[in-house]
T-cell receptor, first 114, second 114 residues
Framework: GDSVTQTEGPVTVSESESLIINCTYS????????LFWYVRYPGEGLQLLLK?????QKGSSRGFEATYNKETTSFHLQKASVQESDSAVYYC???????????FGIGTRVLVRP | EAGVTQSPRYAVLQEGQAVSFWCDPI?????LYWYQQPRDQGPQLLVY????????NSQLPSDRFSAVRPKGTNSTLKIQSAKQGDTATYLC????????????FGPGTRLLVL
């Protein structure tokens, strides 16, 4: 089946430092799945951060970027300079061939120190 | 536009008791999903509907779990005779159509089975 592996947390960084959360995937249902990053801020529900549907393309949102690399089957999330408000749990996910089943990674808790 | 709403937000049960979770999707979304998210894991799909029809319930533990969406709007997920292993957060999500892979999540119901 499909699977997603991502950086185990918690990841602690200081404000203004850079952040990278690694994500690799294995998709058996589709060669080039749509890829997502979801985020859950404290006290809030899971929400879409960004998605990329074309291999080789980059998605960006709220200062975060992720590039769809089909050669390495990776979709790492990066931010050059984090803020305390980026403290959250980040989930990498892929969609199956029909686009209606999401497979999530375990989530990476990020703590940003002021 | 109102988001996905769920109730209750928390539930605490003894083993063997029953519990129901309720979900109201975003208005106009025909597809509704139920996920189970154990602690420190990613969400795992249990069942999903298009309108009132179950599309896939293969991951639903059918002996104790059931889900309905009788009018194609609100949905109820029920656990009969809960077990400690059912302790998790139960998430509801909706999408505009069946093949629209952007899902919008509710805040979840946190279940603790003692």
């Amino acid at each position: 089946g499909d699977s997603v592996t991502q950086t185990e947390g918690p990841v602690t960084v200081s404000e203004s430092e850079s952040l990278i959360i690694n994500c690799t995937y294995s998709a058996t249902s589709i060669a080039y799945p749509n890829l997502f990053w979801y985020v859950r801020y404290p006290g809030e529900g899971l929400q879409l951060l960004l998605k990329v549907i074309t291999a080789g393309q980059k998605g960006s949102s709220r200062g975060f970027e992720a590039t769809y690399n089909k050669e390495t089957t990776s979709f790492h999330l990066q931010k050059a300079s984090v803020q305390e408000s980026d403290s959250a749990v980040y989930y990498c996910a892929l969609a199956n061939s029909a686009g209606n089943k999401l497979t999530f990674g375990i989530g990476t808790r990020v703590l940003v120190r002021p | 536009e109102a988001g996905v709403t769920q109730s209750p937000r928390y539930a605490v049960l003894q083993e063997g008791q029953a519990v129901s979770f309720w979900c109201d999707p975003i208005s106009g979304h025909d597809t509704l999903y139920w996920y189970q998210q154990p602690r420190d894991q990613g969400p795992q799909l249990l069942v999903y509907f298009r309108d009132e029809a179950v599309i896939d319930n293969s991951q639903l533990p059918s002996d104790r779990f059931s889900a309905v969406r009788p009018k194609g709007t609100n949905s109820t997920l029920k656990i009969q005779s809960a077990k400690q292993g059912d302790t998790a957060t139960y998430l509801c999500a909706s999408s505009l159509t069946l093949n629209q892979d952007t899902q919008y999540f509710g805040p979840g119901t946190r279940l603790l089975v003692l």
